[in-house]
């Protein structure tokens, strides 16, 4: 079965700074796919970047980027430039990308981040 | 192309009585996921449905729980003599295919709080 681990419960970072988060998982299937959510005081689970495992090339949509590590099988977040509304907990994800898979279908999620930014 | 919708918002049983969520997945989604999210945690999978199917029920707890997706209306966790252990929030998800790159819309969960 495969399993995420995010090792930092808890994150801060002043504003216009950058943070990184930590996320390593464990899979022996070879295709897949890896997301990091955001989730808000407001309960909302929103998508912030996603990763096919078959791309060396790391995702980035604007001020979120990763580092996607396949063989240490380390899949961490870059915030850049933070901002106030930044604030809120992460999760790293995985998918399997094959019918059939052990966890085709559905998301393995981690732990958790809770990140802070402060003014 | 309203999202996810999940109701209730809240949820408050006493030991020993039912609970049912319901969720209203995506216009067109015909996959739906339920997770479970206990305090300071993380959202761990219980149950993946198409219409009419469960595809995986693997993260589901043997007794009590059951999950249905009928050909119309919307899915239902039912969650059978809650106990003060089942005081989670609910989410639930929708995708078109269940593919594994497409993206998840997840609704704004159900928080049951069980007395």
């Known amino acids: 079965a495969q399993t995420v681990t995010q090792s930092q419960p808890e994150m801060s970072v002043q504003e216009a700074e950058t943070v990184t988060l930590s996320c390593t998982y464990d899979?022996?299937?070879?295709?897949?796919?890896l997301f990091w959510y955001k989730q808000p005081p407001s309960r909302q689970m929103i998508l912030v970047i996603r990763?096919?495992?078959?791309?060396?090339q790391n995702a980035t949509e604007n001020r979120f980027s990763v580092n996607f590590q396949k063989a240490a099988k380390s899949f961490s977040l870059k915030i850049s430039d933070s901002q106030l509304g930044d604030a809120a907990m992460y999760f790293c994800a995985y998918r399997s990308a094959h019918a059939g898979g052990t966890s085709y279908g559905k998301l393995t999620f981690g732990q958790g981040t809770i990140l802070t930014v402060h003014p | 192309n309203a999202g996810v919708m999940q109701n209730p918002r809240h949820l408050v049983r006493r030991r020993g009585q039912e609970a049912r969520l319901r969720c209203s997945p995506m216009?067109?989604?015909?996959?739906v996921y339920w997770y479970r999210q206990l305090p300071e945690e993380g959202l761990k999978f219980m149950v993946y449905?198409?219409?009419?199917?469960?595809?995986?029920e693997s993260g589901m707890p043997k007794e009590r729980f059951s999950a249905e997706f009928p050909k119309e209306g919307p899915s239902i966790l039912r969650i059978q003599q809650v106990v003060r252990g089942d005081s989670a929030a609910y989410f639930c998800a929708s995708s078109p295919q269940g593919a594994g790159g497409e993206k998840l819309f997840f609704g704004s969960g159900t928080q049951l709080s069980v007395l």
């Open positions: 990763q096919e495992a078959y791309k060396q």
């Open positions: 899979t022996s299937e070879s295709d897949y796919y």
């Open positions: 216009k067109g989604h015909s996959h």
């Open positions: 449905l198409q219409k009419e199917n469960i595809i995986d």
